[in-house]
């Protein structure tokens, strides 16, 4: 997934998220411009999976 098709969907994403992922609060998802590697890094430790198993998880949302 490349930066700017998660910049121009992720509040869908992230509502998805929520979803498929109850435990992931707003904090977790909290998405600022270029700041891409701490958004994957919350979500590596909350979910303990990796940085590329979150990229695909998130680009087959």
């Known amino acids: 997934m490349n930066d700017l098709k998660l910049?121009?969907?992720w509040n869908e994403t992230k509502g998805k998220l929520k979803m498929k992922y109850g435990e992931l609060?707003?904090?977790?998802?909290a998405y600022?411009?270029?700041k891409e590697d701490e958004l994957f890094g919350r979500l590596q430790n909350k979910l303990g999976e990796s940085k590329d198993a979150i990229r695909k998880m998130i680009s087959d949302l």
């Open 7 to 9: 910049k121009g969907t």
């Open 32 to 34: 600022t411009e270029g």
């Open 25 to 29: 609060t707003d904090d977790d998802l």
